[in-house]
C-alpha cells in the first residue's frame, strides 16, 4: 500500500469495480491517452475488475483510492526493466479528479516506491505527446525528457508520438 496527503494507493476488491467503470473504464477523456478502450457495460466491467485483480496480484500496480470518500478513483503501476530501472505502466484518474494536483501525488508516491522502498536508480515515464497535464506532472516531479519515439495507435491504427521522462535516485 502507498499513502500520499489525499490517496491510497492498494490492491483492488471486486466490490470497486462500479466505481472504477463510473469513474475510469468508461470514460473516453481517460481513455484517449491511454492503451486500452472504453468499457461499455456493467457486465464487461466485472470481468476486468477480475482481470484487473489478478494483475495487480502479481505486478507492481494498484488501485487509487481517494481518502475521504474511500471511492477507487484511478489506478496506477509499474514495472522493473532492468535491475534499479523501473517505467511506469500507466496511471489515470477519473475525469472529476483531474486538476487537483492528484496526479502529482500519484508519481511521487510512485518515485518514493521505486527510490526509498526498491532502492531504484531510474524511473522512466511517458505520455503521448497531446497530453499536457501529464507532461506537466512528470516536469513538476523533476522529470526531464529524454526522447520521442512515433507510434500507432492499435485500438484505431492512427499514429501518434510517445515522449519519454526520466528521473534517477
Given at each position: 500500500m502507498?499513502?500520499?496527503?489525499?490517496?491510497?494507493?492498494?490492491?483492488?476488491?471486486?466490490?470497486?469495480?462500479?466505481?472504477?467503470?463510473?469513474?475510469v473504464?468508461?470514460?473516453?477523456?481517460?481513455?484517449?491517452?491511454?492503451?486500452w478502450?472504453?468499457?461499455?457495460s456493467e457486465?464487461a466491467?466485472?470481468?476486468?475488475?477480475?482481470?484487473?485483480m489478478a494483475?495487480?496480484?502479481?505486478h507492481?500496480?494498484?488501485?487509487?483510492?481517494?481518502?475521504?470518500?474511500?471511492k477507487?478513483?484511478?489506478?496506477?503501476?509499474?514495472?522493473?526493466?532492468?535491475?534499479?530501472?523501473?517505467?511506469?505502466t500507466?496511471?489515470?484518474?477519473?475525469?472529476a479528479y483531474?486538476?487537483?494536483g492528484l496526479?502529482?501525488?500519484?508519481l511521487?508516491?510512485?518515485?518514493?516506491?521505486?527510490?526509498?522502498?526498491q532502492?531504484?536508480?531510474?524511473?522512466?515515464?511517458?505520455c503521448r505527446?497531446?497530453?499536457g497535464?501529464s507532461?506537466?506532472v512528470?516536469?513538476?516531479?523533476?522529470?526531464?525528457?529524454?526522447?520521442?519515439?512515433n507510434r500507432?495507435?492499435?485500438?484505431n491504427?492512427?499514429?501518434?508520438?510517445?515522449?519519454?521522462y526520466?528521473i534517477?535516485?
Open positions: 502507498l499513502e500520499t496527503q489525499d490517496l491510497i494507493l492498494k490492491k483492488a476488491s471486486f466490490e470497486d469495480w462500479r466505481e472504477l467503470y463510473t469513474n473504464w468508461s470514460r473516453e477523456e481517460t481513455a484517449r491517452y491511454m492503451l478502450s472504453v468499457t461499455k457486465n466491467a466485472m470481468e476486468r475488475m477480475n482481470r484487473t494483475w495487480q496480484k502479481s507492481h500496480a494498484w488501485t487509487v483510492y481517494d481518502k475521504k470518500t474511500g477507487a478513483i484511478g489506478f496506477a503501476g509499474l514495472m522493473e526493466l532492468d535491475d534499479g530501472v523501473w517505467e511506469d500507466g496511471v489515470a484518474l477519473g475525469p483531474t486538476g487537483r496526479g502529482k501525488q500519484i511521487r508516491a510512485l518515485m518514493d516506491y521505486v527510490f526509498a522502498a532502492g531504484g536508480k531510474k524511473l522512466i515515464c511517458s505527446s497531446e497530453n497535464p507532461k506537466g512528470m516536469l513538476s516531479c523533476g522529470m526531464t525528457y529524454t526522447h520521442s519515439e500507432i495507435d492499435e485500438r491504427g492512427s499514429p501518434y508520438v510517445i515522449e519519454f526520466q534517477e535516485g
